[in-house]
């Protein structure tokens, strides 16, 4: 699974005229944006309600969400959702996605591994997420774990250093000029996307992966508790 240093990018996949969340799912599901659809099983693209007042961006979809083509299925997903239930946050107001829309791995027998993605899949999966959210108007955007911190916020940010930190967004993003402007309707007209905070936190499998786990758990949580008191 060598590296696509050429990657296209998942620009051209997305279809000018899709005014729907739905609509650019089903247009992934075509995405030969990077490499990485030779392998995985599916895209696995965001789900979630658009007017979702807390969006969770991860990493890329596991073993388990390449199989079921759902974000947040596996493991780090369940653990996930308890961390959201006990910081307070209703799961019906959140929205669920990655950075990167195919599973990266390596095979070892018949185990399929995870691999972090490059950079040349978070840039070419990046158009995916802005195409998201453009129909998407949250309170709060949760950042879990350094693959979306460099999707969103550039590579020079660090989770480890400002973790649990209201940020705005889209002014906190590398590029904020990308999600400043929102469609309001299907001729294309465009206004200011209405203004976020953003906060970024670990990712829920960094707590399965902790020495410690309650002690990582309840980091999450803490986190997950800043962007519950700041919804509005």
């Known amino acids: 699974m060598a590296e696509t240093e050429n990657a296209p990018g998942a620009q051209e996949f997305i279809p000018p005229q899709a005014d729907t969340i739905e609509q ?64 307070g946050i209703d799961p019906g107001h959140i929205y669920l996605t990655n950075a990167v829309k195919h599973f990266r791995f390596e095979l070892r027998g018949k185990r399929r591994i995870h691999q972090t993605p490059d950079r040349v899949h978070i840039t070419a999966c990046r158009p995916w997420l802005v195409a998201e959210f453009a129909r998407l108007h949250p309170e709060i955007v949760v950042v879990l774990g350094a693959t979306a911190a460099k999707a969103l916020l550039g590579p020079t940010f660090r989770v480890t250093k400002q973790r649990g930190e209201l940020m ?65």
């Not at 465009?190 to 829920?204: G, K, N, Q, S, Y």
């Open 24 to 87: 650019l799912r089903d247009a992934a599901a075509g995405c030969r944006g990077c490499e990485l659809y030779r392998d995985a099983s599916q895209t696995v693209f965001g789900r979630g309600d658009e007017s979702a007042r807390v969006v969770l961006v991860g990493e890329q979809p596991g073993d388990m969400e390449d199989q079921k083509g759902l974000p947040f299925v596996g493991p780090a997903g369940r653990l996930l959702r308890k961390a959201v239930d006990d910081a």
């Open 168 to 232: 705005p967004w889209p002014g906190a993003a590398q590029h904020p000029e990308d999600f400043a402007r929102v469609p309001v309707d299907s001729a294309g007209k465009l206004a200011d996307a209405p203004e976020a905070r953003l906060l970024a936190t670990i990712h829920p499998s960094a707590v399965l992966r902790a020495d410690n786990q309650d002690v990582a758990y309840d980091g999450l949580v803490k986190d997950l508790k800043v962007a519950a008191r700041a919804l509005r």
